[in-house]
Every structure is written in structure tokens, then in C-alpha cells.
């Protein structure tokens, strides 16, 4: 469990002048120092920057002025967020050199929430993978025990926080993305309704899966970053055009008289440790007087198979803009199409190539309809199921991951194997429903378990209750 | 060429299907703010969303929506809830290497036309797209084979464009011409497009096949580069005689696109269909389905000004010529006939009113200088037999060149008073007497001398002389 400052504390603390700015950050900064090379959360570390911008923000709080409820505090930012004249590379080689002209609306909504950026934290190529081994700068080792995983793709960003480097950062969830390294790293990560958090800015993975989440020490401060970055966004077609749900006022609510689902149709394949603990949720939160009802989901099957035909379609096309013409790295040919084929083939790593030949084939013609048509239809029957299961219920609990932090190397000569890690977190990414990990138990080697709770859309302030439930029973509510 | 209304060719009839592109004259372009204006200095009206940068989102422009609805609704269509989809290819001065087009589910289907002769052409579709940049190839022929090099301007990359998609319905050359001719007075008339072909905010694209009367359509090619209507008549023609030749000759035509060369006046092979793409369509993710509503179209509707075969009808009824003359096609393309029916209705003299706009307005555009009321007051002296129309021209020079003025003293100043007879008499006498030959072969029928009599007249008055009069004295004295 985790030991460091909460984010809460931390922005309470530079709020009323009772800690500097530039020290909060210097001892983070000094963390990283410490750890950083073996850890690697971070493709870039921003110590000028950060140390910079708490220096402006201990100035203003000393004229007096109210610089937000983020006063201060340290965020990593997953490296596929546009950061604004800094480089931002998606752990690829084909981003090299490139510095964003412009902020995502997630790095602008926190800048002016008072938050200090400490770095670019590493990933899975384009977010894809689920160990961060397939970035293009090398693994992040999880912190909890480096010659494991941290998981991914947003591992760099879990292991930021698990290590201390800052106290909340940001990641994307494409199909379990932050809740998976979250709970492979022992944080609290949270994949918001889809449309809550604005995409724009984030480089597109799959479009209609993507969303941005925080990782953070715990549930309160997850709520605190959530609600600092949600609202329309003008900019993102697909921002939903409502306010977003205050969460604070949830997390005292308890889950007396929630109706929360098990579900019966569950895919097997949890490590034994992982299926103890959230049996132990179950009971922990029938005790706190939720109503425990069993629930059929039958499509939740289904999920993996669709999505591993919609996220590399959706790929197929994003990562095309990658050519070598305008942006980005260039191998010099005598051709155009030749240029095309060297600078792909020589910026692009294993698996996304992989991904961008699967998304491809799964929209060329004559097979369209045989599976991402297919997938479509999985899609809408995901759907209609948990919209079934959330008449008789408020909120679901599963497992986040399947197992524990692994060994490095494990899956990685085994495509299938590492797709199985998202078994549990794809179907919210198809409904768009959001879900979140929360630390509770352990399993092997003492090694942290997350456990996974889910909501219909919008229904982030059931699903925060239920989680915060779950971590005052495991003991991890920070002060 | 077959110029009229019917064109065969060794017992062959073509068929012809027309795509049309054309630019959308909104503020802005279609899925970003930089501004949709033609001629700037080359990647000024660029944007994140222009260039297609990682992490860009496209917001759909309203006032491009608008206008594709007023095309649809000025053809006949249905206008219909949508939806936006990727169409995908490489090529370097497409950004994204993906078009946002619509595919299954476009703007505006099922309209019509009508051209000459109460010809109907069928309209499958207009739908929304954005056009591409726009590749300058430096050496070689100036096409992207065998150059030195390539600049690309992205201003027009992002600009709204509305495809308009015919049925197969046309048959002649000249019927192509009249249909890209209405369509084209059409968008301008609606404020949709400038929709010149010269420089490019109107392409033309020929769907050409042949086929015997009552058999089944043969295989079409797609000819291309088509820069202008007469071009397009010259096209058709050739493509579709070539196509006989090859059939004549035993062979079977090749579905492909072809260029045509405006300088050999032929079509050439520029891709087969194995060379040809496949565009993976697929629904874009970034985009949500747009459904305009009855409301909004039913305001759109409401707004649309008359349109130009309304117009044709409306001056027919007002001047009592044919609603296909030259007089009303000319003064309805210059969209004069407002002003027509203004004067008018101020003064009458319908057909004179016509003539002289026809004759005298054609620098003039649709709001010409000279005031309704004067040309009526000129018109208004003309028929009172007060000006000949020798004089009736040369104050209407006076007029245009003035931009307007009272004619009556314009006619004063000039020294314009209507002869009486006596006068006119003796100018009479003294032509006789000056050209009794003339006279003479006029007496022995011969009407071409009475040109030369008139002439004596004229040069004698000094052009004041009322031509029809001395005609009509002429023919008296013959007896």
C-alpha cells in the first residue's frame, strides 16, 4: 500500500503557504533521481519546466491568489498527450522530433487547475500492449518488484505514481490501458464514460475507445483529478454536452442499498489470487449493506474477439497520417511510395505493425462485413446485455486483470497470451461505460491486486462509492 | 461531333453519369476554423486539423452542412440524418491519409434535374467531403512521375466540397454541357458555390459507356481532368467513339480511369481497376451521426431563393418570349431578369426591355448601374415612336456608359426629335435622285437596293431618321 502524500494534501498544504511549491516538487524530483533509472516511468523528465512552474506558483499564492484545487501538485502525463513545444513521441521512433504546436485540453484544464507537469511518462508503442514492453525506448519496470511488468500501456504513468515520482498522472484507457497497470502497480486508475474527458490532443489509438483517466494514491484523489479534467469540450466531437457529475460528495456515501452485480457468465481464466480477492469484495461490501445480486452477461465472452478487430481497424487508419510528408521521422527514398514503405517499416515497432496489418484486413473489401461488421454487431450485443444487467443492478465487481504483476518476457513471444490481460477491462471500452481499479488484497509474492469496479455511463458517482467502500475495508484511505 | 439532341455512333448510344465536386463558398473550412479562401500565399489558412497532426479532432462546420442542404434541396432530394466515414488512401497531400467523406449514409439522395427539352436527369446523391491540398510536381511533365520534387500547399486541404452524383441518365454531349450548365447557375443562384471550373471550385468527372439501344449499360470508364464544359462535350464524345471502335473491333472495354488530354484531344489510361484502392470505408469514429431534423430543413427550404428554371418561366410569362429562348437563357444566367421584370413593371415594353438587356447589359452583372426607372423612361419613348431605334441604341450607350441618366434630356441634348413626314419626304427625294439606280433595281424588285436608299437617308438625317418609316415610305413610292 501505498505511503506517499495525497494530491488533497499536497494542493491543502501549497493552498495556505504551509509548504512550498518548489518543495513538494524538488522532492519529487529528487525521487525520481533516485529511482528513475531503474524504474524508467519516463520518456522525459521536465525538471526545469516543473521547477519553473512551482516557482510561479508559490508567487502567486504568496500575492494571494487562488490558483486551484491542483495547487502545486506533481502529474506525470502518459507521452501520447500533446504537450505544447515538448516533445511528444508515443514511444515510437517515427514521432521523433516532433513537438506539438498545441496542448491537449486534459494538459490545459490542469495547468489552470495549479497541477506542475514533472514529465512524459513511457508506454506501449501507440498504446499498444499491456507490459509497456513495446516501447520503442526500452521497458518501465513496476516498482513494486522490477524484475516484474508494470503492466500497460500506460505503465510509465502507474509506475510514476506507484513510485513517488509524482502524486497523480494521467493515462489512456483503449482496453483496460490504466486499469490494469493500475492494478498491477498497486493504484487507484480510472477509465471515465466515454466523452467525459475530452480526446482532443490525445493521439488517437482506436477513436471510439480512447479515453483519458487518472492514476492515483487513492480514490479520493482520483475523484478530485477526475473532476478537475471532465466537461464538454467543444473541440472533441464525441465530448458529451452535459456537465459532469460531482463525485467528492459520493465517496462518504457508503453502498448501503446499492444493488451491486456479480456476473455468473464471468470468462474464466483469473489466477486464484485475483478470484479470492474479489470474493472478499463481495462479502466486504454485503457487510456494508449492499445487495449482492447475480447477473448474466453473455456477450462479455465476446469482447475480446471484437475489440481485437475494432481497435486495430480504428489503428489502421489513425496511425496512416504516419507517412513521413509533413511530420515526424523521414527515411529519404527515390520515390514517394518507396518513402512511404522505409519510413513505416523503420518507425513502426512489431506490434504495431501488427495491429495496423489486422486492422487492414479486417476493413478490406470482401471481408468487411466477415469480421469488423461482425465486431460491430458484438458490439451493439454488448450493449443491450449490460444494459439488461444494470436494470437489476447499480454497479458491477470484477477482477481488473487476471493476475499480478508478471515476469518481463513471459507473454511477450505470445500475441494471444498478453490480448488475454484485457479480458476484464475491454467490454467497458465497447460500451463506453466507464470502470475503474482499486487496490485490494494481494496475491503472489505479496504482489498488489486490483479490483474492478464498473457503471453505466455517467454513473461515475455509484461506481466512486463502491470503490471507496472497497479501500476503506482494505485500509488504504489516505488522510 | 453530334451536337444535337440525339448522338449515335455505329447504331451505339452513350451513357453518361456525371460526379461533380464542387467547393462550398462557407467562411471556414469543414472540419476546422482556418478561413476557406482561394489564392492566399501557399500553408496560410492551416491548422492542426489541415495538416492532419497527431492528436487533431475534426469539429463539423455548420454553415458547410447548411449550404450541402440547400444543394440537396435545390435538386430535389431527400435530405436525410448521416453519417461520416473515412475513406482511405495514401497520397501526399492528403493529410491524414484518410478523406472524411460519407459513404453508406450521405446528406442528400434521390433528386432530380431537369434540362432541355423537359429532360429529367436523376440525381443518386450529393453528399459532404473535404477536398485535399494541393501537389505542385517541380521537372519533369509536371505529373508526380519522373519529377524532381513536390511542394504541397495545405490551404485547401479541409475545404468544404459536396459531391453531386447523376444517374446514368444522360445520352448526348450536349446534354452533358446543359446539365453542368443548369447545375452550375443553380449553385450560384443558392449561394452554395462559385463553382468555376477554370479555377477548380467545380470538377467534372464523365462516368462514359456505350451500349445498342435497349441492351444492358456497357463497362463504364471514369475520365478525369476534365477542365471546362466545352471540354467535357469534347470528352465524352471521344471516350465514347472509342469505345464503339474497340467493341467494333471485337474487344472488350476495361473498367478504368482514364485522362483526358486537352491538347491531343484523346483519353488516356491512367489507372485499371486492379490498380485501383481499396478505401476500407469505415464510419469515422471522431465524428457523430448528424440528423439536420425537420425544423432545419424546413427553414433551409423556406429560404431558397428562385431558382433559375423558375426565373426562365417567370420572364417567358413577363416578356411573352419562349421560356427557351437565347434572350431569356442569357439574361437568367446573368441573373438580370430581376432587374428585367423591375423595368417592366415601371414602364411595360416587355420585349424591348428583354432585347436591350440582352444586348447592352452583358458587362453589367446581376445588379446592373442604370437605374429600373430610366431604362423604363428610354423604352417607354422607344415604343411611343418617339426615338428610333437608331437613336433608342445610341442613348442606351449613353446610359450604360453613364451609369444611368434622364433620357429625355439625354435625347434633347443629342438633338433627338422624331421627324415629321414632310421631312423624312424629302430626304426620300433627294436619295432617289442621288441613287437612281438603286432606285430603279428596288422598283424592279430587287429588295437588297433598298439598303442602299435606307443608307442615303441615315447619312443624310445623321442617323435621326426612323429606319422603319423610310422603309415604309420606300415601299409606298414603289406603289
Given amino acids: ?479 | 461531333m453530334s451536337d444535337s439532341a440525339t448522338w449515335t455512333h455505329e447504331g451505339f448510344e452513350m451513357v453518361v453519369g456525371l460526379e461533380v465536386h464542387v467547393e462550398l463558398a462557407t467562411e471556414t473550412k469543414l472540419f476546422s476554423g482556418s478561413p476557406n479562401r482561394f489564392g492566399d500565399d501557399p500553408n496560410t489558412n492551416i491548422d492542426p486539423v489541415s495538416l492532419g497532426l497527431p492528436g487533431a479532432l475534426p469539429v463539423l462546420n455548420r454553415q458547410a452542412v447548411e449550404l450541402a442542404m440547400r444543394i440537396g434541396l435545390a435538386l430535389n432530394c431527400t435530405v436525410q440524418a448521416c453519417t461520416f466515414a473515412r475513406k482511405n488512401y495514401f497520397y501526399p497531400d492528403m493529410p491524414k491519409a484518410y478523406q472524411i467523406s460519407q459513404y453508406d449514409r450521405p446528406l442528400n439522395i434521390d433528386g432530380h434535374l431537369e434540362i432541355a427539352d423537359g429532360i429529367v436527369i436523376g440525381i443518386e446523391r450529393a453528399h459532404l467531403e473535404e477536398d485535399t491540398g494541393k501537389s505542385t510536381h517541380i521537372g519533369g511533365s509536371g505529373r508526380i512521375h519522373g519529377s524532381e520534387g513536390s511542394l504541397i500547399d495545405f490551404n485547401r486541404a479541409g475545404v468544404p466540397l459536396v459531391e453531386i452524383v447523376s444517374r446514368p441518365d444522360l445520352r448526348t454531349p450536349e446534354q452533358a454541357r446543359q446539365y453542368v450548365n443548369e447545375l452550375r447557375a443553380i449553385l450560384v443562384e443558392i449561394g452554395a458555390s462559385d463553382a468555376r471550373m477554370e479555377e477548380g471550385s467545380m470538377r467534372v468527372d464523365a462516368n462514359v459507356s456505350v451500349r445498342r439501344p435497349g441492351e444492358e449499360f456497357g463497362t463504364r470508364c471514369e475520365i478525369k481532368n476534365v477542365n471546362s464544359v466545352r471540354s467535357l462535350g469534347r470528352a465524352i464524345d471521344y471516350e465514347a467513339r472509342r469505345q464503339v471502335a474497340l467493341i467494333s473491333d471485337g474487344e472488350v472495354i476495361q473498367q478504368e480511369t482514364r485522362h483526358w488530354d486537352e491538347s491531343d484531344g484523346r483519353t488516356h489510361t491512367l489507372r485499371t481497376k486492379e490498380d485501383a484502392d481499396d478505401y476500407r470505408y469505415f464510419p469515422d469514429p471522431d465524428l457523430v451521426p448528424l440528423d439536420p431534423g425537420a425544423e432545419w430543413i424546413n427553414t433551409v427550404r423556406s429560404q431558397l431563393p428562385m431558382l433559375p428554371a423558375a426565373r426562365r418561366i417567370r420572364l417567358a410569362e413577363v416578356t411573352g418570349q419562349a421560356a427557351d429562348s437565347e434572350a431569356i437563357a442569357t439574361v437568367v444566367e446573368r441573373r438580370q431578369d430581376d432587374y428585367v421584370v423591375a423595368v417592366v413593371e415601371i414602364g411595360g415594353g416587355a420585349e424591348r426591355v428583354l432585347v436591350h438587356v440582352k444586348e447592352a447589359f452583358s458587362e453589367q452583372g446581376s445588379k446592373p448601374s442604370v437605374p429600373a426607372t430610366d431604362l423604363a423612361a428610354l423604352v417607354a419613348m422607344e415604343v411611343a415612336g418617339e426615338l428610333t431605334s437608331t437613336q433608342t441604341k445610341t442613348l442606351l450607350g449613353d446610359l450604360v456608359e453613364q451609369g444611368g441618366g434622364d433620357p429625355k434630356s439625354m435625347a434633347a441634348a443629342r438633338g433627338f426629335e422624331a421627324m415629321d413626314t414632310s421631312e423624312l419626304d424629302g430626304f426620300v427625294n433627294d436619295a432617289i435622285a442621288a441613287d437612281p439606280d438603286a432606285w430603279a433595281k428596288f422598283c424592279a424588285g430587287d429588295g437588297k437596293a433598298m439598303g442602299a436608299l435606307v443608307g442615303h437617308v441615315m447619312k443624310a438625317s445623321r442617323g435621326q431618321a426612323d429606319g422603319k418609316a423610310v422603309t415604309a415610305i420606300l415601299n409606298a413610292r414603289k406603289g
Fill in chain 1, 1 to 479: 500500500m501505498s505511503t506517499f502524500q495525497s494530491a488533497r494534501s499536497i494542493a491543502a498544504s501549497v493552498s495556505t503557504g504551509e509548504s512550498s511549491s518548489v518543495d513538494v516538487v524538488s522532492q519529487h524530483l529528487a525521487r525520481i533521481e533516485e529511482r528513475e533509472e531503474e524504474v524508467h516511468a519516463f520518456n522525459l523528465v521536465l525538471r526545469n519546466e516543473a521547477l519553473q512552474s512551482a516557482e510561479r506558483i508559490d508567487e502567486r499564492i504568496a500575492a494571494g491568489e487562488q490558483v486551484g484545487p491542483l495547487a502545486g501538485v506533481p502529474i506525470a502525463l502518459k507521452d501520447n498527450l500533446c504537450t505544447r513545444g515538448i516533445p511528444t513521441t508515443c514511444s515510437s521512433n517515427i514521432l521523433n522530433g516532433w513537438r506539438p504546436p498545441y496542448d491537449a485540453t486534459v494538459v490545459s484544464r490542469l495547468a489552470d487547475a495549479g497541477a506542475v507537469f514533472v514529465g512524459k511518462t513511457n508506454l506501449d508503442e501507440f498504446a499498444m500492449g499491456s507490459s509497456t514492453e513495446n516501447s520503442a525506448f526500452g521497458p518501465t519496470r513496476n516498482p513494486l518488484d522490477t524484475s516484474r511488468v508494470p503492466g500497460g500501456s500506460s505503465g510509465g504513468s502507474a509506475a510514476a505514481v506507484a513510485a513517488g515520482f509524482s502524486a497523480m498522472s494521467l493515462g489512456s484507457d483503449t482496453g483496460g490501458s490504466i486499469r490494469q497497470p493500475a492494478a498491477l502497480c498497486g493504484v487507484v486508475g480510472v477509465k471515465p464514460t466515454y466523452g467525459a474527458v475530452s480526446r482532443l490532443g490525445l493521439i488517437a489509438f482506436a477513436s471510439s475507445l480512447d479515453q483519458i483517466g487518472p492514476f492515483t494514491h487513492d480514490v479520493a484523489d482520483a475523484a478530485l483529478l477526475l473532476e478537475c479534467m471532465a466537461g464538454h469540450d467543444p473541440g472533441d466531437s464525441t465530448s458529451i454536452p452535459h456537465p459532469f457529475p460531482s463525485l467528492s460528495e459520493s465517496l462518504d456515501r457508503g453502498v448501503a442499498g446499492l444493488r451491486i452485480g456479480r456476473i455468473v457468465d464471468l470468462p474464466s481464466g483469473a489466477d486464484a489470487d485475483v478470484a479470492a480477492s474479489v470474493d472478499r469484495a463481495f462479502e466486504v461490501l454485503a457487510d456494508a449493506g449492499a445487495d449482492i445480486i447475480d447477473v448474466t452477461i453473455p456477450a462479455f465472452t465476446y469482447g475480446l474477439t471484437a475489440y481485437y478487430l475494432i481497435a486495430p481497424a480504428e489503428a489502421s487508419s489513425n496511425l496512416a497520417r504516419y507517412d513521413g510528408v509533413r511530420f515526424g521521422s523521414r527515411v529519404e527514398t527515390a520515390d514517394t511510395n518507396s518513402m512511404y514503405m522505409a519510413t513505416r517499416g523503420e518507425g513502426f515497432g512489431p506490434e504495431v505493425k501488427r495491429r495496423i496489418m489486422l486492422g487492414t484486413y479486417a476493413l478490406s473489401a470482401g471481408y468487411y462485413d466477415a469480421y469488423y461488421g461482425k465486431a460491430l454487431k458484438v458490439r451493439r450485443l454488448m450493449a443491450q446485455d449490460f444494459a439488461t444487467a444494470y436494470e437489476s443492478v447499480d454497479a458491477l465487481v470484477t477482477p481488473a486483470s487476471p493476475s499480478v504483476a508478471f515476469p518481463f518476457g513471459s507473454k511477450t513471444s505470445d500475441p494471444l497470451a498478453m490480448y488475454l490481460c484485457d479480458t476484464y477491462t475491454i467490454p467497458s471500452n465497447l460500451t463506453g461505460h466507464p470502470a475503474m481499479s482499486v487496490p485490494f488484497g494481494a496475491g503472489e509474492n505479496g504482489l498488489p491486486i486490483g479490483v474492478q469496479v464498473l457503471a453505466p455511463a455517467m454513473g461515475e458517482p455509484t461506481m466512486f462509492a463502491v470503490a471507496a467502500e472497497l479501500e476503506r475495508s482494505a485500509g488504504g484511505n489516505h488522510v
